[in-house]
């Protein structure tokens, strides 16, 4: 899953790199409103971590901006303006929801992990297919009841295809969602994860659509 973060200060913005990349979120990470619109129109974010006060382009600009060129995804308001009114203003806006600093990282990873959920239709924690559960909050995934270890990639990507159990994920907005900019990309990488997981879950587990991509078997 692939987020993107808008934030100038420069030490929020390390710590919430670092907390989220190391969960296994790709992380785009920009520092002022204008550059913030760019990202948004090239690339499709699962979530939006967007600050308010920034240069360039005012946060709530960005949002509005966002919303009405049709954005759906999630967004996070972080920011120091928490009066009552700034909040009011953040929703109205189109935020989903909202966070004041100083915030805790584990809060924070906790909220993305609540927004992803809903943008994926789920109330409840865990994500599934047939036999297969994941844990985003521990991290844990599990066949058949039994704990499997993955590597930090098929993690994420498992968590990718999960997110929407009943899709056809073509490969290049894969690709996008593993990675984040400046990450090298080798050419075979998905087929490299999907191997890694059809052996670990199940031959039958991941389906290739020629061409196209992957679909889970398992699918609802
Ligand atoms: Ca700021």
Redesign the pocket.
């Known amino acids: 899953m692939r987020l993107l973060l808008v ?3 420069a030490m929020i913005g390390r710590a919430v790199t670092a907390a989220l990349r190391g969960e296994g979120y790709a992380l785009d990470w920009v520092r002022d409103g204008a550059a913030a619109l760019t990202a948004l129109t090239c690339t499709g974010y699962a979530a939006l971590l967007l ?4 240069p360039r382009r005012d946060g709530l600009d960005v949002l509005r901006e966002a919303r009405r060129a049709g954005k759906t995804l999630p967004v996070l308001v972080l ?2 303006r928490d009066t009552v009114e700034d909040r009011v203003a953040g929703l109205d806006a189109g935020a989903d929801d909202y966070l004041p600093k100083p915030f805790h990282l584990d809060e924070l990873s906790a909220r993305v992990r609540a927004l992803l959920r809903r943008a994926g239709g789920r109330a409840g924690p865990l994500l599934r297919a047939g036999d297969v559960t994941l844990d985003p909050a521990s991290g844990e995934v599990r066949l058949r009841g039994a704990p499997v270890a993955l590597s930090a990639k098929e993690y994420a990507l498992l968590r990718v295809l999960l997110q929407k159990p009943g899709a056809l994920h073509p490969r290049e907005r894969l690709l996008d969602a593993l990675y984040g900019w400046g990450e090298e990309v080798g050419s075979n990488t998905i087929e490299v994860y999907v191997h890694g997981l059809r052996r670990k879950l199940g031959a039958d587990f991941i389906v290739t659509v020629r061409g196209i991509g992957y679909r889970l078997a398992a699918a609802p």
């Open positions: 934030e100038d200060d600050d308010l006060g920034l920011t120091a």
